[in-house]
């Protein structure tokens, strides 16, 4: 079987032509006719979207019973059955992480709908939830319009459960279920396509591996159109001709800029990360990971829910970049947050609240070096459809902030009028006491839909300046604001108690392929064991136990000369002589998605041995690497 594709892996070549211009609508605070924008500029929905800044994802299907990542396809709708669905404690969890939205998977690679539909029989009418009345999709809606925040939904394109898949009645279906999601739940601010096309599945008992072209099968243009025609404010993600693009991880975090704008051509994973400067395509990166390692809810992830310091990290390298911040918050089997993720959340609101509430700026006297009226202090008169707009060819003007004095800050935010285009290449940031002389404090590229800049201490300088230090058009600047930052509020450590994942304590890596192999028992994916393919490996834990399978954890860091096994051969023993066959199989999406695999036995057994052969890496690579290797009963 070829590797299947990333699930972010873009679907479409053919484009939408040309990035739609976008007229400003908003006034200038009295400045004068404005200048033709510099290069690509937003559709009027996109301009929404950068504002929306940082939003959740809900992750919640059939994998969240199976305990898997991937449906196959032919899981029993049954098996669906939330003990304690509660939509608004969803909301409440994503408001306290200041969320401005949810994306909910109404459809995941598995085929089961979330919602009643009447198009498949693979969908929530046949589970146990409310006696087949439930609507998910429904109720999440109608929880975040109570909570006054936005609602999006993601549709995966490739269909596991589905014996019409790979046929164009299996398209027409597509559109139907597509229809019927953008026009029965209310206002969408995102519909989200997942890149993940083709490979093995159930389709309708066939148990076979499909392939398709994604480009020519799906006529991405086709489908986009019609989201746009049922959904004119929706937003979609993520082929080309889409209103958003991936940003080339699922880690977190964007280059340092992160452009909006790309070329009008296939996406390149490399260019998506970073974007490329004056390219003709307004087409920006959202940046979207999990709070755990793997994007359904598996209870041997308690333990590892991000901290709310690397959430904050995270939004710095996101936001603060110049992307959107998607961050998934997946329910647990009750139909809940999980305790441990809300308390993350809520100490990194907690945190962003208490950072962003005082803008210091406030009652700065701003003037700038060039301008086109009267428009500097719209860099921090509080009014985000204002802004300091200097002449065309004012390419190195600068603008300066005169505090109150006693004022101390170590984060400067920047946002760009985009209506006019990215106008600034690169940009500084300098202080002084009052006299003449600055100091430079901070230089950057890109000021873009929001920029932070964060200090390495505290200031408290007389005057602040943003000056720029090349550029292809006078600025045109909508915020100039400076905060002091708070830092998140830490978590003490979980204590696991799930009976269900065994204690590694005693484990011991008896033979490997290559040495190294304690990386793999260390409960860090920070390290990881590298061997040359085909990589052996054979651990000893100490003592018997009932096995329903096993775990494996890719290393998180992307390395060239090293990737994630492809496939496992696995066999386990009770005295280290005898061996029985465990199960072989692919590790699906193991080099891109990097989260934590579950792998069953074929059927439980006794065992104290494992041993594990990995033939070879997931993509082209010199060596294979492995972060963890654990166990579950």
Not at 88 to 115: N, P, R, S, Y
Not at 449 to 469: D, E, G, H, M
Request: charged share 20%; net charge neutral; aromatic share 10%.
């Amino acid at each position: 079987m070829t590797p299947i594709l990333t699930r972010r892996t873009l679907m479409g070549s053919s484009l939408i032509a040309g990035a739609a211009a976008c007229s400003p609508v908003r006034p200038n605070g009295g400045a004068g006719p404005l200048p033709a924008p510099w290069g690509a500029t937003p559709s009027p929905r996109q301009l929404k979207w950068h504002d929306h800044r940082q939003y959740g994802f809900i992750h919640f299907s059939i994998n969240t019973y199976t305990d898997k990542e991937w449906g196959y396809g032919d899981e029993d709708p049954k098996l669906f059955n939330p003990t304690d669905f509660d939509p608004d404690q969803i909301v409440a969890a994503a408001k306290a992480g200041e969320l401005t939205g949810l994306i909910l998977t109404a459809k995941h690679h598995d085929g089961f709908c979330l919602w009643p539909t009447m198009l498949t029989e693979h969908c929530i009418r046949n589970s146990p939830y409310k006696q087949g009345k439930g609507d998910i999709v429904g109720e999440l809606e109608q929880a975040c319009r109570r909570g006054g925040i936005n609602f999006g939904l993601y549709l995966s394109p490739w269909d596991r459960n589905r014996a019409d898949y790979g046929t164009p009645g299996y398209i027409a279906y597509y559109r139907a279920q597509l229809t019927e999601l953008c026009t029965r739940y209310g206002k969408l601010f995102e519909v989200w396509f997942d890149g993940a096309n083709g490979g093995d599945g159930y389709y309708g008992g066939a148990r076979e591996t499909r392939k398709i072209n994604a480009v020519q099968y799906y006529d991405w243009p086709s489908i986009v159109a019609l989201v746009h025609r049922l959904q004119p404010d929706a937003c979609t993600f993520d082929p080309l001709g889409a209103d958003i693009r991936w940003v080339g991880n699922e880690d977190g975090h964007a280059a340092d800029p992160c452009w909006p704008t790309m070329p009008n051509e296939p996406y390149d994973q490399v260019k998506g990360n970073t974007g490329v400067r004056g390219a003709e395509l307004w087409w920006p990166a959202e940046t979207n990971v999990s709070i755990r390692p793997g994007w359904f809810y598996h209870a041997d992830e308690d333990a590892q829910v991000k901290l709310p310091g690397k959430i904050m990290e995270m939004y710095d390298q996101s936001v603060g970049h110049g992307t959107t911040f998607h961050l998934n918050l997946p329910p647990d089997r009750r139909g809940r947050i999980h305790d441990r993720d809300v308390a993350s959340l809520t100490a990194f609101g907690n945190a962003l609240r208490a950072t962003f509430a005082n803008n210091l700026a406030d009652g700065a006297i701003a003037t700038a070096s060039a301008d086109t009226g009267s428009t500097a202090r719209n860099v921090n008169d509080g009014n985000l459809d204002t802004f300091w707009l200097a002449p065309a060819d004012a390419k190195d003007a600068s603008i300066i902030l005169d505090l109150p004095p006693g004022r101390s800050f170590d984060t400067v935010r920047l946002q760009e009028w985009l209506p006019l285009g990215l106008r600034v290449t690169r940009f500084a940031i300098d202080v002084s006491d009052g006299g003449d002389a600055w100091t430079t404090v901070a230089e950057k590229d890109m000021v873009g839909p929001q920029r932070l800049v964060r200090l390495p201490a505290p200031i408290s300088p007389r005057r602040v300046r943003f000056r720029t230090v090349a550029a292809e058009a006078g600025p045109a600047i909508r915020e100039f604001a400076l905060f002091r930052s708070v830092a998140p509020v830490d978590l003490p450590p979980l204590k696991v108690t799930d009976a269900s994942i065994v204690d590694r304590t005693t484990w011991k890596v008896t033979a490997a392929s290559a040495p190294g192999g304690e990386a793999l028992l260390d409960a860090s994916p920070r390290t990881a064991w590298t061997s040359k393919a085909p990589a052996t490996l054979t651990i000893d834990m100490g003592r018997s136990e009932t096995l329903a399978g096993f775990t494996l954890t890719p290393t998180r860091h992307v390395d060239p000369q090293a990737a994630p096994p492809m496939k496992y051969v696995v066999e386990t023993s009770v005295d280290g002589r005898s061996w029985t066959p465990g199960g072989t199989g692919e590790f699906q999406n193991i080099n891109y998605a990097r989260a934590t695999q579950r792998l069953p036995f074929t059927t439980p057994r006794a065992a104290r041995y494992l041993r594990f052969a990995f033939p070879q890496p997931a993509v082209p690579a010199p060596a294979i690497a492995v972060a963890e290797i654990g166990a579950f009963r």
